[in-house]
Structure formats: structure tokens, C-alpha cells
């Protein structure tokens, strides 16, 4: 599956299936009328993407839709949840944090207190663990799978980069002046105070 195969899929599960519980349902479908190499390539291009989207600027429009903070999970679950949203968007968001501000699921938060977000929370931690789940039920081990579907991600990967940290400079989000300069449009929608 190379990464145009990846985003065809991506694309496609957010066309077929309403929410993340949906989605997922689908996606475990679809990955399971493939091949094996398949499952663990998808995985693969998954993690390739995320690793793109390891920037501070991006975690910074997180810290900032999320009222000022954003943990080291939640912006993993954030990222994965950009990807849901399709390739269009994922690659505006990594040219610009601030392009999120177009995107309706983010606008669909504006002025709603976080608390009543509930399925409508950027984050979409599942998404990392399907392929995983599919590679159990195709195999016949599901729940002991762990450590053989890794190793077969890791066996595609290859010699990769390694985990680093997050790409670019780090800026803090709170500070009023800085955030309106670089996230002019995601500062107006989701002020601070609000979340005071």
C-alpha cells in the first residue's frame, strides 16, 4: 500500500461511515478484504504521515483549540484525528496550523465548552490500533498480536529516523502576541479567557 493507496482509503472510510466509531467499523472491514502486507503497509503510511505532522506548530493549534494546553497523547490523538479528516485538509494543516480554522469539524467546536465536545473531540486515538486489529483477525491470535504485527511494521519501516522531537520551533500558544501572529484565525475562534 504505498501512501496515495493510504489516503484512497482514508478518503473513502470518511465517505462510507459518520463518525469515529463508524468510520473505524469500516475501515476494519476494508483492511480486512486485504492482504497482510497490506494491513502492516497501512500502518506503515500511518506513521509515516503522523511523524510529518509532529511539528510545533501544529501542536500548538491543538494547545490553542483546546484552550492553552495539550498533552503529549492528546496531540498524538489530535494528529491522528487530522488524518480522518482527509488528505486535503491533513496537507493544509502541516503547510499552515492555521488552515484548521476552515475546516468545519473545528469550527463546529467554536464557542461550545469543552466539556459537551464528547464525540465531537479532536482526537482519534483508535485509529492507531485498527490495523492492529485487523492483523490479530487475519493471523486467528487477535488479542496477542501485538508483538509480531510491530515487528512487521518495523520490518517495513526499515532504517527510519527514529523518534525525535517535534519539527520547528517551540512557542507557547498563551502568549497573546505570538498566537495572534502565527494563528491569527484559530486565536479569534478559540479564545483563552473562554476557557478560564
Known sequence: MDIDSFWKLIEECRRQAQGPDERLAWLRGALARRSLAEVVQFQVRLDEVMHEAFTWDLWAAADRIFGGWCSD??????????????RDAFSRALADPDSLADVPEVQYLVGRPREMWNDDWPGWESLDYVAMEVYGVLTGVD????????????????????????????????REDEAARKLPRLSVMFPLRSFA
Open 73 to 86: 497523547d492528546g496531540f498524538c490523538y489530535f494528529g491522528l484525528w487530522m488524518v480522518g479528516l482527509g
Open 143 to 174: 488479542n496477542d498480536c501485538g508483538d509480531a504485527f510491530y515487528e512487521a511494521v518495523e520490518a517495513e519501516q526499515g532504517d527510519g529516523e527514529g523518534s525525535s522531537g517535534p519539527l520547528g520551533q517551540r512557542w507557547d500558544v498563551r
